[in-house]
């Protein structure tokens, strides 16, 4: 005999959706579809902000004008760059040389394969420094630019994308033909989304007399308030500067919210589409078994093992539909997402990345869906009068 | 004999039997109908978000072309163009713009501003302005006009002081609202703020002398549409080769580059769009498929009677309609209170939100959809039930 206190068994639970295949398939597919746009969002977000760290060392500064949002805003004069590169917190690095890369950043227009429309891509005249100061930026074939010449290296992302790019391929822009010489792999980081070439040259191409930034390497980390202290009050500047991943990530704040507030707002929307699905079947699972209902309460077993029982069935359902869901997402590993962030205005590729948490909170959002909307049919199931219920076969 | 019985049952007794075993379970069905409200209410209000993204587009004209660096709009083209734009045959008027880029109180309140020269509004027929107000204007060097919409936003009137913080032009740069222009119709945005390009040139001569006497683009008035084409060849041969080379384009193809700048969150955005006709229509397909298979015993009989297999099936295939009609209908009904409610709290990001003919049509095909696919399943399992199982099958 079974005891009071008994709780139902859960291979009793699983039989149930077992026994009903096809309509635990069609309300599983319905939460794991609205599951896969709720993962894929979070991928999405999770991969923006992993480009935008590791775009940044913590100890690296970004210099530009004060009130200039990004680098292709910004302009700094040689004499400048000259007073701000001095400055005794910018590390001194191997044979002597100063820890500090001054850039010129603007943007190209080039065509993305397959596209007629024409895309804005950051093109970076920099140093060897550059490389130094950023050291996830490893060549992955070919060469680097030689300095003094029209040669340039190209990120990962821009090498798959674009047309052109291919190691030995030329562009054109500003009345020069430039020789692509090298890709770069980028780890990752918005670099992989970037040209590199020779900053003086690059600067005479554009008829432009200004850097646009200047990246450098603090001696020691605490020199930072100090550095930007004496940047802030120095008469001859006009310029602020900021850690570099604090640069990058404030670069990306919206288009971070925007993928977030889009996202979840439609996972929200579409949620309740799915938590009716889940009602619709556990209500039917309920007005189907009245007469297992009641053998089972004339069996001993309580109001709250029944109602145990419905929201367990729930919980397996929305388990199903969360793994289907997120199965179908981690697909998404394997695609990459590119627009232009609007804050930049230039273009940035970036992948999906799913991290434990994500799975964690997703699965968490399937079961809490077919929770909520299996609640009231458990309620009605827990509520059955027994002798009603035997009876109703 | 199947077909004899099915011609003597009216259309007006097989209606009223959809309908009866539509509202057998109530629950069920309102439910679904629900699900099918908001579907068909989210597919619409997506459509018309990726349109909103297309408006600026739709709104740019095709008698007009824009004149760039080819380079890209980072770099700027020298002044000394504008006569020898204007020199080309079919050019009627040339204006500058520059775009300022500058913030209003903070980043999040972003909004359009552009120099323009004088003859800039001569161009754009769509942006109404009273001759006072343009003569306020054109009187006040450090004057600027706003549109409507985004007088509306942050409540300008005219004879306010608008302070910008410069980001690409640094400083902080202070306006007086001389005018406030309106759109000739409803899908012009006039989210956006001019000023004087003179102003702005001069400043630069006293403070950046390098950067004065620049134009970030030329827009060009042109004779007839259909020389555009002719006129762009004609301007970008005249720069070949030059310091600052060209890319002309009519304003619509101008307008579009941008848009295709975020080519793959519309594309994103239209697939989620479908993704919830999916949700929905499994949904749909669930209810149906436990409905008929309640009703098993009673197809059986309907069958010993002598109804056929498309009798049946047309049972299975009207309720499934039925109730996508109800919810589609209702959902259709929802879509433009609630695209006013969306433009009310989302105006800033979409200053032109209105639903197409073509999303209603859309949303309609949807829910005809979403009823036939739900139905092919259960209808076909049970036109084929063999009486004798079905008439054994319990629900």
Same mark, same amino acid.
């Not at chain 2, 109180?105 to 999040?108: R, V």
């Given at each position: 005999m079974a005891k009071p206190a008994m709780s139902v068994p859960l291979s009793y639970i699983a039989r149930n959706l077992w026994a009903r295949r096809l309509t635990t398939t069609l309300t599983a597919g319905g939460l794991a579809l609205v599951v896969f746009v709720f993962a894929t969002v979070l991928m999405l977000d999770a991969g923006l902000k992993r480009t935008l760290i590791t775009t940044g060392e913590y100890d690296n500064l970004v210099v530009i004008r004060k009130g200039a949002e990004t680098e292709i805003q910004s302009g700094i004069s040689r004499d400048q760059a000259g007073i701000i590169e001095t400055h005794p917190a910018v590390a001194i690095g191997a044979g002597g040389a100063r820890m500090a890369s001054k850039e010129t950043v603007v943007l190209i227009s080039l065509l993305r394969r397959g596209d007629e429309k024409p895309s804005n891509v950051i093109i970076r005249g920099t140093t060897d420094m550059g490389f130094t100061l950023r050291p996830q930026v490893r060549l992955a074939a070919g060469r680097t630019f030689t300095p003094g010449t029209s040669e340039i290296v190209v990120g990962r992302s821009i090498a798959a994308r674009f047309d052109n790019t291919a190691i030995g391929d030329r562009l054109y822009f500003a009345q020069r033909g430039w020789t692509v010489v090298g890709t770069f792999d980028? =780890? =990752? +980081? =918005?670099?992989? +989304?970037e040209i590199w070439g020779d900053a003086e040259q690059l600067m005479q191409s554009f008829r432009r007399t200004a850097y646009s930034s200047i990246v450098a390497r603090l001696a020691d980390s605490a020199l930072f308030e100090r550095f930007k202290a004496d940047i802030d009050t120095d008469p001859r500047l006009a310029q602020e500067m900021k850690r570099e991943q604090v640069f990058y990530s404030d670069q990306s704040q919206a288009l971070s919210t925007f993928i977030n507030v889009l996202g979840l707002t439609l996972s929200a929307i579409f949620s309740i589409g799915a938590m009716i699905g889940a009602m619709i079947t556990m209500y039917a699972s309920v007005a189907t078994r009245v007469g297992e209902i009641g053998t089972l309460r004339a069996l001993g077993f309580r109001r709250r093992a029944v109602l145990g029982a419905y929201l367990l069935e729930a919980v397996l359902l929305g388990l199903v539909g969360g793994v289907a869901g997120l199965l179908l997402a981690s697909l998404m590993q394997f695609a990459s997402f590119s627009t232009t962030n609007f804050q930049t205005f230039a273009d940035l590729s970036f992948g999906f990345i799913l991290t434990p948490g994500i799975a964690v909170k997703t699965l968490i959002f399937a079961v809490a869906m077919a929770v909520a909307g299996g609640f009231l049919p458990a309620v009605r199931a827990a509520r059955l009068n027994i002798v009603d219920a035997l009876r109703a076969v | 004999m199947s077909s004899t019985l099915c011609q003597a049952v009216t259309l007006v007794h097989l209606s009223k039997l959809i309908l009866k075993n539509a509202l057998r379970h109530k629950l069920r069905t309102g439910l679904t109908v629900v699900g099918l409200v908001i579907a068909v209410l989210a597919y619409g209000l997506l459509q018309t978000v990726v349109d909103a993204w297309y408006a600026g587009a739709q709104a740019a004209s095709n008698a007009r072309l824009v004149t760039r660096n080819a380079i890209s709009l980072v770099f700027f083209l020298p002044v000394s163009y504008e006569a020898r734009i204007r020199g080309v045959e079919g050019v009627t008027a040339v204006a500058r713009s520059n775009w300022f880029g500058g913030i209003y109180?903070?980043?999040?309140k972003f909004f359009a501003q552009f120099a323009v020269s004088d003859n800039y509004l001569d161009l754009y027929p769509e942006f109404v302005l009273s001759e006072p107000e343009r003569q306020a204007w054109q009187r006040d060097r450090k004057g600027c006009l706003v549109g409507r919409q985004l007088a509306d936003l942050y409540g300008f009137k005219v004879g306010d002081v608008l302070p910008l913080r410069g980001t690409i032009y640094p400083g902080t740069w202070e306006f007086v609202v001389r005018g406030i222009f309106d759109g000739s119709d409803s899908t012009k945005i006039t989210r956006q703020m001019m000023f004087h390009w003179d102003y702005l040139n001069e400043t630069l001569r006293k403070t950046a002398k390098r950067r004065a006497e620049q134009v970030g683009v030329y827009v060009l008035g042109i004779d007839h549409p259909e020389n555009a084409a002719a006129i762009t060849r004609a301007v970008d041969a005249m720069f070949k080769n030059s310091l600052a080379e060209t890319l002309t384009e009519t304003e619509q193809a101008f307008q579009l580059g941008f848009v295709a700048m975020s080519n793959e969150i519309i594309a994103a955005i239209r697939l989620v769009s479908y993704v919830v006709i999916l949700i929905i229509m499994v949904v749909m397909a669930n209810t149906m498929a436990m409905s008929a298979r309640e009703r098993t015993a009673e197809y059986a009989t309907l069958k010993t009677l002598g109804f056929g297999p498309v009798f049946i099936a047309l049972l299975i295939f009207g309720e499934s309609l039925a109730i996508c009609g109800i919810g589609g209908g209702l959902g259709l009904l929802a879509t433009p209170p609630a695209a006013a409610m969306f433009k009310h709290f989302a105006g800033t990001y979409f200053p032109v939100f209105k639903v197409s003919g073509l999303t209603f049509g859309l949303q309609a095909a949807c829910a005809v959809a979403v009823g036939v696919a739900a139905a092919i399943v259960p209808a076909v399992h049970a036109s084929r039930v063999r009486i004798v199982e079905g008439l054994r099958a319990i629900g």
């Open positions: 980028a =780890g =990752g +980081s =918005g670099f992989d +989304s | 109180q903070e980043p999040k």
